[in-house]
């Protein structure tokens, strides 16, 4: 059930309730005042017919068609009147009971308690008083309640009519105003079903006085332009991860399809079939970065540790020392113990990516040097290089997955350019991040930074960054 009906139904419900509650009571207060003012003029009138009827030898009546009392009594009512002697025989009655009156034994519950009483057809109202100066002796006094009746009836009818039609215009109310304040929300709706649709052009309005709908509604917005940015990354990653597969599937086709083409010698196919191999190790390469990508939020549920980072950088250098032995290149790794919070595998990662990078850019005979150092809250970790360094134009541009400077694409150097995302997505789960020194003159240098642990974080809930990873 929608939540306009639900609240058109309670609001209807609770007028019902509180509305029908009232008109009940007040229905029956005004239908308890007029009878009892009835009540008191029967009795009045009845105590002054026994006295008169004690005068007259308690039995005979006295009772005539005349006007009677002042307001408020029985007045000019018709008159219903019997004498009983205590046996309860009727020693007297008025025309009006057509000498039949109801027997004693019929009539209410004792003297000068008023009472109900059905007589052919007709509801009266009645009152047994006895008479002075004659022991037992009884005088009922009855008047016709058709007036009360009919003015309880005619107060019911209203009052269903007020009820009814206030419940109507509650309901009416209600409705109005339901819809008023859910038309804002029924906008929201709609745009988050476009969105659901695919159109991620679709904004919700803020014009509004309502500063909560307001908010909510910037907070949508907020979060479609950022799922917008998300979906073009995706695009675009996805459509440079099948183009950078492609250069390698294409060269490890066309040898293999080359050297099968005819026959041919052994040197030729050596040949095919290392361009192939050349071509095989590039793709996986790429798939194991692709991999390390995906595998980062792998992580996220897992409970941090304590990780010393200089042994991990060791770790990563010795890794990497074969590719730096082939090249000539030699690894550095120095500075003291350091304790982060968090994941040894891609700590590890996140160096040994640093250190490649600066490996496959070293000259011959040149140095990588790596340096971990506390320094206060934070710890540092530096990757140095004695390369050429990076052009100004492209530094904005070295942490963006795929990206691949002048220099490396003209040298066809190996990696898909996914190292320094990889680094800088898993400084940031960790708190920390990856940034390029711009201060240094000759090479690169690559500066990690991470909160250090302090003693009980290995308790702590994952950060804001590992979530997000």
């Known amino acids: 059930m929608s939540f306009q009906r639900r609240f058109v139904g309670a609001v209807s419900v609770l007028t019902m309730g509180t509305l029908g509650g009232a008109l009940m009571a007040i229905s029956i207060a005004v239908n308890a005042s007029q009878q009892r003012q009835l009540d008191e003029a029967l009795r009045a009138e009845a105590t002054e017919e026994a006295r008169e009827a004690s005068a007259l030898g308690g039995d005979e009546l006295a009772i005539s068609d005349r006007p009677g009392p002042a307001a408020n009594d029985v007045g000019p009512l018709t008159k219903y009147g019997a004498i009983f002697n205590p046996e309860g025989r009727v020693l007297a009655a008025t025309p009006t009971f057509h000498g039949s009156p109801p027997p004693l034994e019929t009539l209410g519950p004792g003297t000068m308690e008023c009472f109900n009483l059905w007589f052919r057809g007709e509801h009266l109202r009645g009152v047994l008083v006895p008479i002075p100066a004659h022991a037992g002796a009884r005088l009922l006094l009855a008047a016709p309640r058709a007036d009360l009746d009919g003015d309880a009836s005619f107060l019911a009818r209203a009052m269903l009519t007020v009820f009814f039609v206030a419940v109507g215009w509650s309901a009416l109310l209600a409705t109005w105003i339901v819809r008023r304040l859910t038309r804002e929300h029924e906008a929201i709706t709609l745009v988050v079903r476009r969105v659901a649709a695919g159109d991620l052009s679709a904004r919700v309005a ?223 789960a960790h708190g920390g991040d990856v940034l390029f020194d711009a201060t240094r003159s000759k090479g690169s240098r690559f500066v990690v930074r991470f909160p250090a642990a302090r003693e009980g974080d290995a308790e702590r809930e994952p950060r804001e960054g590992e979530r997000a990873a």
Request: glycine share 8%.
């Open 206 to 428: 803020t014009r509004t006085g309502d500063a909560e709908i307001a908010q909510l509604g910037r907070d949508i917005n907020e979060m479609i332009e950022r799922l917008d940015v998300l979906v073009a990354s995706q695009q675009r990653f996805i459509a440079q991860a099948a183009h950078e597969m492609r250069s390698p599937l294409t060269t490890l086709y066309g040898e293999l399809s080359h050297a099968l083409r005819k026959p041919r010698d052994a040197d030729t196919y050596r040949r095919a079939i290392e361009e192939a191999l050349e071509a095989a190790r590039r793709l996986k390469l790429m798939t194991d970065d692709l991999l390390a990508l995906a595998r980062l939020g792998a992580d996220v549920g897992e409970p941090s540790e304590p990780v010393d980072v200089l042994e991990r950088a060791r770790a990563a250098a010795e890794a990497v020392a074969w590719e730096a032995r082939e090249r000539d290149t030699r690894i550095d790794v120095q500075g003291a113990p350091a304790t982060v919070l968090g994941h040894s595998r891609n700590l590890e990662r996140l160096l040994r990516n640093l250190i490649e990078n600066a490996v496959r850019h070293s000259p011959k005979g040149g140095r990588v040097e790596v340096v971990v150092e506390p320094r206060g809250d934070t710890i540092e970790a530096a990757v140095s290089d004695e390369g050429p360094g990076i052009p100004e134009a492209e530094r904005v541009r070295v942490f963006e997955p795929f990206y691949r400077g002048v220099r490396e694409r003209a040298d066809d150097m190996p990696g898909a350019g996914l190292g320094l995302p990889i680094a800088r997505q898993i400084a940031r």
